[in-house]
């Protein structure tokens, strides 16, 4: 089975500073890997996904990941972080096939992110 | 338009109330999704529907019952709960082609009492 790590709980960052929140997968075959980020008491909002190509991914809200092949891993970054962008970030890989073009995915723990300001 | 809604946003309920959730789609997906969710945890998959059909139940108590009654509306029926089933419950939706991104609705937050 696939399977995604996000080895931090929780990141701090300073306003304005790059911030990366990091994400290493396991999987057979290749990789269709997603993030989404949590607002409090929200549903998860899709940010960005890999599934071929380019391995430097451009994503909502400033967002982009990159895609790591030799390090199996997937890391969030932005440039430069807002206060805003606070919350709860997961990282996803496509599971299984469930039957009829449906798909299991498979989430991370989560990573809590915090903009200092 | 990526929205998914869902209804109610809040629900109290006894153990021994009947009640229904509520998701709804209109971009055209056939693929739709109930995950149950836990403080500061990651989803978990209950159900999966394709094409109005139940797709998978991942091993959920009978006391959960989802309904796919068209292609846009999806229901999750809540009886006889009992308190650890308070959690935020997500639907989502997705197409059915293989490199699909899976979109959420706001969720409800039911609180069994």
Redesign the interface.
């Known amino acids: 089975a696939q399977s995604v790590a996000q080895p931090e709980d929780q990141v701090n960052v300073a306003e304005g500073n790059p911030l990366t929140v990091k994400c290493t997968y396991s999987v057979s075959g290749n990789p269709y890997l997603f993030w989404y980020v949590q607002y409090p008491n929200r549903g998860l909002q899709f940010l960005l996904k890999y599934i071929t190509g380019d391995n430097l991914v451009k994503g909502s809200y400033g967002f982009e990941a990159e895609f790591n092949k030799s390090q199996t891993s997937f890391h969030l970054k932005k440039p430069s972080a807002l206060v805003s962008d606070s919350a709860l970030y997961f990282c996803a890989v496509r599971d299984a096939r469930l039957g009829s073009g449906t798909y299991k995915y498979i989430f991370g723990t989560g990573t809590r992110l915090k903009v200092l300001a | 338009d990526?929205e998914?809604t869902?209804t109610p946003k809040h629900l109290v309920m006894g153990m021994t109330n009947k009640k229904s959730l509520k998701c709804e789609q209109h971009m055209g997906h056939?693929?739709m999704y109930w995950y149950k969710q836990k403080a500061?945890?990651?989803?978990e998959?209950m159900f999966?529907y394709?094409?109005e059909?139940l797709?998978?139940n991942e091993s959920v108590p009978s006391r959960f019952s989802p309904e796919c009654p068209n292609s846009s509306l999806l229901n999750l029926h809540l009886h006889a709960l009992q308190p650890e089933d308070s959690a935020?419950y997500?639907c989502?939706s997705?197409?059915?082609?293989?490199?699909e991104?899976?979109?959420?609705?706001?969720?409800t937050?039911l609180l069994v009492l």
């Open positions: 990526t998914v869902q056939r693929a500061k945890k990651p989803p998959l999966v394709s094409y059909k797709s998978i935020l997500l989502a997705s197409g059915v082609y293989g490199q991104t899976q979109y959420f609705g706001p969720g937050r």
